[in-house]
T-cell receptor, first 113, second 110 residues
């Protein structure tokens, strides 16, 4: 049972490059989320999705794009990476609107040079 | 002011001792409350939900004080394996969007 996976686990890129972080879950959960975690800020929501083809902005969406063409996948794209986007990115999912628990992937550590 | 605030610690705790810490939240409309645990360089995992009447899960007890807008976590008989960062998490409704505190680091020492 793979659960929720993220790839790549580590990524180094350069300023201005496009980067896509992948998130895949095997539970058929309706909701998926992308967070970034930085020292001094904790986890902050970037984007979330309630179902396939439904996405909405979180607290810090600028510079990011998401899509959800299939329920199980929720890729996050940095269109033109900046140094301030160096962070640890976590994907999460949960099943129903009333369900409380979000399950997190292992994270992607991104370094933008 | 941050929406969810926690003392970052670290709380240095002798093995077997009791440790307690709080977090405060600013949005009075918050309806769901949780403690998540995060080990170093790992993903957060749900430790327990927090209910109005307070709840206990083994050595862990969580309390909610809506009037003063804070939640607390108490760990009894601390184990070395309890060393982690504890994240206070607050949701507005049905837990769809959660706001995380910065975390309280706990170090349990022999």
């Amino acid at each position: 049972d793979a659960g929720i996976t993220q790839s790549p686990r580590y990524k180094i890129t350069e300023t201005g490059r496009q980067v896509t972080l992948m998130c895949h879950q095997t539970w058929s959960h309706s909701y998926m989320f992308w967070y970034r975690q930085d020292l001094g800020h904790g986890l902050r929501l970037i984007y979330y999705s309630a179902a396939a083809d439904i996405t909405d902005k979180g607290e810090v969406p600028d510079g990011y794009v998401v899509s959800r063409s299939k329920t199980e996948n929720f890729p996050l794209t940095l269109e033109s990476a900046t140094r301030s986007q160096t962070s640890v990115y976590f994907c999460a999912s949960k099943g129903l609107a009333g369900e409380e628990t979000q399950y997190f992937g292992p994270g992607t550590r991104l370094l933008v040079l | 002011r941050k929406e969810v605030e926690q003392d970052p610690g670290p709380f240095n705790v002798p093995e077997g001792a009791t440790v307690a810490f709080n977090c405060t939240y600013s949005n009075s409309a918050s309806q769901s409350f949780f403690w998540y645990r995060q080990d170093c360089r790992k993903e957060p995992k749900l430790l327990m939900s927090v209910y109005s009447s307070g709840n206990e899960d083994g050595r862990f007890t969580a309390q909610l004080n809506r009037a003063s807008q804070y939640i607390s976590l108490l760990i009894r008989d601390s184990k070395l394996s309890d060393s982690a960062t504890y994240l206070c998490v607050v949701g507005k409704a049905a837990g769809n969007k959660l706001t995380f505190g910065g975390g309280t680091r706990v170090l349990v020492k022999p």
